[in-house]
DNA sequence: CGTGTGATTGATTAAAATCAAGTGATGTGG
DNA sequence: CCACATCACTTGATTTTAATCAATCACACG
């Protein structure tokens, strides 16, 4: 169904240096000192492109790397036996990919390119090894995990507490912070992932997503066109999310 | 509402050491060897016991500690504003809580005794350190933290693709397992939460809660006499509930 | 012995799933 | 280039599930 390839056949992307990448801030590499960088960019293998559809690792293969992207947008889902797949996330830019292997020895879910996107791919035991050399990366990788978690248990709280249109609320919000932080318009943005797969991640049905986004459009909380995006009432949107959306 | 107490007031239990505890194969300890499980155990609080109610740390406040429970049940809970009080988890003996408050500084949800428990603290600041130290250690607590990742994902797919009775079915299941992992019968035992604690857990009201365990009762899968479970077919639950099981 | 809490059961309602039909865009092969 | 298929999405009608509303029971506790 997907095109398989193994990460080594993609194209690397030349002259990459961690010091000088844009997503410093949003990447594990957030409040190393330069020196740090430089050990972790002796285990970081470059950035290789991978296009859309594209999977990167399967559920079952065996655990060896955690993969950052660069750019694009890649999902995580599962097959799942008689129901249709279920998507567990979407990753962006500076976001790390697969921390939930750790504890298995083979990936715990399917990683697919839903754009043409790019990844930084690092070996998990290099990098578990030179943590215990740098604290602060000990640190990182800690909070990491740990906000991977309480996240989980957002999606977990917005699945019980929330109905459908205060998910799709809640999910656009979180969409449009997420471009904000990698500093583009928050306001008005692209949906990279189709309607099935917003649904699945949100656990609804594509009809119940598309009837949803149709009434924001309808009371003027935001104008969908296609999966183009413009957000015009903010205020209105928080309040019918009402939790906190993604920090 | 709850009773509140500091740690230091409650009764230490004397003469614990970590090298004789029972619960070694399920705890952190687990895989350390005798030197390493003593360096642990000298940061160890000696378990101070709880009462049924007893609110452990709140959500806000300064995280400072983990704790094991050792015997017992703790519920992690959050007040969400409107609705009810959400219960985010379970923790039985053996299990770690507070992993998901290392990405703040405070805690992220409120634990409270559910029945009267007995914990071990370990301060998060030496735990770190020490397992900069032990690389076993330092091993075990990424695997802890990767396999919470991976059950709030279990908790998210349970709630986008299983109904009620499937749902309490693999609570049911998985309530089995935790003790029969702790040397308990997994065939009887008796639920240390309330039905609405379930309900909260499983995004579902007590209502529909009470009415899946009749019917569960009413096809003979398992007999419920009050807060007394008695499992009588678990491949019937097992098809039920379809999904897997926690580990 | 009343009061409150936890639990069960029944009747009704509301929300989202399902079933169904149709549009528009894209792509394929004759 | 057109006919045809397919896919992604939308909208409508109907059904199903669980929530809500309501009543009752059991039991623990002061």
């Known amino acids: 169904m997907n095109k398989k390839i193994s990460f080594q056949k993609v194209t690397p992307i030349l002259e990459h240096h961690c010091v000088n990448c844009n997503l410093n801030a ?4 957030d409040r190393l000192d330069p020196k740090e960088i430089q050990l972790l960019e002796s285990i970081v293998r470059h950035p290789s492109s991978l296009s859309k559809g594209t999977t990167l690792f399967t559920k079952g293969e065996r655990f060896q790397s955690v993969y950052i992207v660069k750019s694009g947008c890649i999902k995580t889902h599962i097959m799942d036996g008689k129901k249709m797949e279920k998507v567990t996330r979407f990753y962006f830019p500076g976001d790390l990919i697969g921390l ?9 879910d399917t990683a697919t390119a839903i754009e043409t996107s790019s990844l930084c791919q690092l070996s998990f035991e290099k990098l578990d090894k030179l943590s ?7 640190r990182k990788i800690l909070h990491l995990m740990s906000r991977t978690i309480c996240d989980e248990q957002k999606m977990v709280q917005q699945l019980t507490q929330k109905n459908a249109e ?3 609320a809640a999910f656009l919000l979180s969409i449009s912070n997420i471009f904000k932080a990698r500093g ?3 306001t008005r943005f692209r949906l990279s992932m189709s309607r099935i797969e917003i649904a699945s991640y949100l656990g609804l049905t594509v009809e119940t997503v598309s009837r949803a986004l149709s009434r924001l459009h309808k009371i003027e909380y ?4 296609k999966r183009e995006i413009t ?3 903010f205020p209105g949107l928080h309040a019918l999310s009402s939790l906190n959306s993604r920090a």
Chains 1, 2 share one sequence.
């Open 184 to 186: 583009f318009s928050d």
């Open 166 to 168: 205060e998910r799709i």
């Open 132 to 138: 215990a050399k740098i604290p602060s990366l000990r």
């Open 222 to 225: 935001l104008i969908v066109d």
């Open 100 to 108: 939930n292997a750790v504890n298995y020895d083979y990936y715990y």
């Open 26 to 29: 949003l990447c594990i590499t």
């Open 231 to 233: 957000i015009l009432d």
